[in-house]
């Protein structure tokens, strides 16, 4: 499944070869996207969960859906854009969990094996798109839009988990 995504961002590339530095750029996420997640998990985080994820997962790639110009490119690229954002949450309310959870070995090595198999959920979850729709140019967008919301709502049950750490 990985393999698609990278063997189609090297497509993507190749086909903005003459905009090299649009090209990479598309890809990676803007201060303003950046903070309209920030400021969407602040006004949420006194919701439930539930809530947060279907008030901020999103944000960022759904429009792109409306895009009068969108293809199958231009909606990778913004699937991309928040998957990183969220994974950026993900690593580090991960990492902080566990920070909090140094004294408490059983705990740390279960959130350890939970992330773990998570990571295997998603893969497996997400590798329904590609063998649905192999070989057509959907299995990114498809794909991308899998990681994305996964990793979303990874990162939020994540925080609710460090949040918990905290009380």
């Known amino acids: 499944m990985m393999m698609i995504l990278i063997c189609f961002l090297q ?11 649009l090209a990479q750029d ?6 303003a996207e950046r903070a309209k997640i920030s400021d969407c998990i602040k006004r949420a985080a006194s919701e439930t969960e539930l809530k947060q994820m279907s008030a901020c997962i999103g944000l960022i790639a759904e429009p792109c859906v409306e895009a009068p110009d969108a293809n199958t ?3 990778v690229a ?12 993900l690593n580090t309310w991960y990492g902080e969990a566990q920070n909090k ?4 070995t059983a705990s740390g090595d279960a959130l350890k094996q939970a992330q773990r198999a998570w990571i295997a959920f998603r893969d497996a979850k997400c590798a329904y798109w590609e063998k649905r729709y192999a070989g057509g140019t959907i299995v990114a967008v498809l794909t991308g839009d899998c990681m ?5 709502i990874r990162a939020l049950e994540v925080r609710a988990i460090l949040d ?3 009380q």
């Open 73 to 75: 490119a231009s909606l």
């Open 101 to 104: 959870l140094k004294g408490d």
């Open 78 to 89: 913004c699937h991309m854009r928040e998957q990183t954002i969220w994974d950026g949450y």
């Open 148 to 152: 994305r919301v996964e990793t979303g």
């Open 26 to 31: 598309a890809f990676v996420p803007t201060e």
């Open 11 to 21: 497509f993507g590339m190749i086909l903005f070869a003459p905009a090299q530095s």
């Open 164 to 166: 918990d750490l905290d």
